[in-house]
C-alpha cells in the first residue's frame, strides 16, 4: 500500500482545525478509557489501520488489558465491559454504520440511560471526529508505524 497525499502538508489549516476538534473532544471530560474504547470500535468498522494501531497503542498505554481489546469486536458477548461502555459501544455503531441503522431508538434509549445530555453530545462528538479521521486515513493511505 502506498501512500496517496499527506492532507497535513495539502491543507494545514483545514487539518489543523481537525485537530483543534479532536482536541476538545479529548478534553470533553470523558472519560480516558471510553474515549480509547469507542475509538478503536469504529476504527474497527471502518477497517482503518493507522487508526487502529493508533489507539489500541494508547489504550494499552493507558492502562487498557489486551483481552478488553482482542474482545472488544465481539463486545456484546463478554462480561468485561460495564454498561455504561455497553451504552457507548452501541451508540458507537449505531452512528458509525448510520446509513445502515438510522440510529435506532433502542441504542438512543441505552444511550440515554447511561449519560447525560452533555455526555451525549460529547460522545456523539468523539464518534463524529474518529470517524472523520477513519475517513482521511484510509481515503488517502495513511500508514502506520511499523513497530
Not at 495539502?10 to 475509538?39: I, N
Not at 455526555?119 to 513497530?147: C, Y
Request: glycine share 4%; charged share 25%; proline share 3%.
Amino acid at each position: 500500500m502506498e501512500p496517496r497525499l499527506d492532507a497535513f502538508k495539502a491543507a494545514p489549516a483545514l487539518m489543523q482545525a481537525m485537530v483543534d476538534m479532536e482536541k476538545a473532544v479529548a478534553g470533553s471530560g470523558l472519560e480516558h478509557s471510553l474515549y480509547e474504547l469507542v475509538k478503536t470500535r469504529a476504527s474497527q468498522i471502518n477497517g482503518c489501520a493507522y487508526c487502529l494501531h493508533m489507539h489500541t497503542r494508547d489504550a494499552r498505554a493507558s492502562g487498557e488489558t489486551e483481552a478488553r481489546l482482542y474482545l472488544l469486536d465481539a463486545w456484546r458477548e463478554s462480561p468485561l465491559y460495564t454498561e455504561r461502555e455497553r451504552a457507548a459501544l452501541a451508540w458507537t455503531e449505531a452512528l458509525t454504520l448510520v446509513s445502515q441503522t438510522h440510529a435506532p431508538d433502542a441504542d438512543y434509549e441505552l444511550l440515554k440511560s447511561q449519560f447525560t445530555d452533555a455526555e451525549q453530545v460529547k460522545l456523539t462528538l468523539l464518534i463524529t471526529t474518529i470517524n472523520a479521521w477513519n475517513r482521511i486515513a484510509i481515503g488517502f493511505r495513511s500508514l502506520h508505524p511499523m513497530d
